[in-house]
């Protein structure tokens, strides 16, 4: 139980030829911060609740629909920002001790969106140790799925983007739910983890029934799980290793220039320098805008850099 977080070192970093910077330089910005992590969280929690407050709140018939519609589109970017603080959990990115990553991260990030740490840890991993290599997880999910055979026909790419939104694409719900439970035996999971995980959702079941709100989580809850956190949760994948990325085995990086709803919806926690946090996955959400900054200092990282808009990126993956 008192065993220490990785350090840096210990990472398993992208060899990107030529992009090495200073090992002192990349100690600094792994320092962790486990009051940023804390409030990260809770923040994103309080905005759920004060959503669906405000939402509540809403009298006016003629604005209700149109209230819980954006509650829905908030609520869903707040469960995704969750699934990015998983992330940083995965990477031990929040607190030294490795056990309290886990502690923290499970009941109030992971288990709520009904993904396991340990199972998504897993094969995120993975996915770090063969970056698109074809026993890289990630990678061939992706071919499994005709969707992402790119180019793809701009309709397509648009109907596969806003069916999500609909609910239509619960399918592709379901595909990341199984990824984030996969493998049992192999990440971790052993009886007891998965007594306890059962014994959460008991307890959090009997909580909702006991305060009557059961109506009030499907339709705050479980409908942003199932739609508009699905769909922001594809539209960053997309921007992760896309194509043309792969195709000059990252000769071109995609820079992105992205506004502050981007950045809010389906961007947050500068997730967006995902190159960067492959080169040196040690180093916390929160320093990536300046590692980026530090690695800007390579002439072959800089020259690599190809500044673009999201939206840039989505027609390279169009016919």
């Given at each position: 139980m008192g065993e220490a977080a990785q350090k840096y070192e210990d990472f398993i970093e992208t060899p990107f030829e030529?992009?090495?910077?200073?090992?002192?330089k990349v100690r600094e910005l792994s320092r962790l911060s486990p009051v940023r992590a804390v409030f990260h969280i809770a923040l994103e929690w309080t905005?759920?609740?004060?959503?669906?407050?405000?939402?509540?709140?809403?009298a006016n018939p003629i604005l209700e629909i149109p209230a819980y519609l954006l509650a829905v589109v908030i609520i869903g970017s707040r469960q995704h920002a969750l699934l990015l603080m998983m992330h940083e959990a995965t990477?031990?990115?929040?607190?030294e001790r490795k056990w309290l990553n886990d502690l923290v991260c499970e009941p109030f990030v992971t288990w709520p969106v009904l993904v396991s740490l340990r199972a998504f840890r897993h094969t995120h991993l993975q996915h770090h140790k063969y970056l698109n290599l074809p026993v890289d997880g990630d990678l061939q999910k992706k071919f499994e799925d005709p969707d992402w055979h790119f180019p793809v026909p701009r309709e397509r790419l648009v109907w596969s983007l806003l069916r999500q939104?609909?609910?239509?694409?619960?399918?592709?719900?379901?595909?990341?739910?199984?990824?984030?439970?996969?493998?049992?035996?192999?990440?971790?999971q052993t009886p007891v983890y998965r007594a306890v995980r059962i014994g959460y959702y008991i307890c959090a079941l009997a909580l909702i029934v006991y305060f009557r709100v059961f109506t009030l989580f499907i339709a705050y809850w479980i409908a942003p799980l199932a739609t508009c956190m699905i769909a922001f949760n594809k539209?960053?994948?997309?921007s992760e290793h896309p194509p043309i990325e792969r195709a000059t085995a990252y000769d071109t990086i995609l820079e992105y220039q992205l506004g502050p709803i981007e950045r809010i919806l389906f961007e947050p926690k500068n997730?967006?320098?995902?190159?960067?946090?492959?080169?040196?996955?040690?180093?916390?959400?929160?320093?990536?805008?300046?590692?980026?900054r530090a690695m800007l200092?390579?002439?072959?990282?800089?020259?690599?850099?190809?500044?673009?808009?999201?939206?840039?990126?989505?027609?390279?993956?169009?016919v």
């Open positions: 030529g992009w090495r910077i200073d090992p002192d905005i759920v609740f004060a959503t669906i407050y405000l939402s509540r709140r809403v990477h031990w990115r929040m607190f939104f609909t609910g239509l694409g619960i399918w592709y719900a379901i595909k990341i739910m199984r990824y984030g439970n996969a493998d049992p035996a192999a990440s971790g539209m960053r994948v997309l997730c967006y320098y995902h190159i960067e946090h492959h080169s040196y996955p040690s180093v916390p959400f929160f320093n990536l805008p300046k590692l980026h200092a390579n002439g072959k990282y800089r020259a690599a850099l190809k500044p673009v808009t999201y939206w840039e990126m989505l027609r390279t993956l169009t």
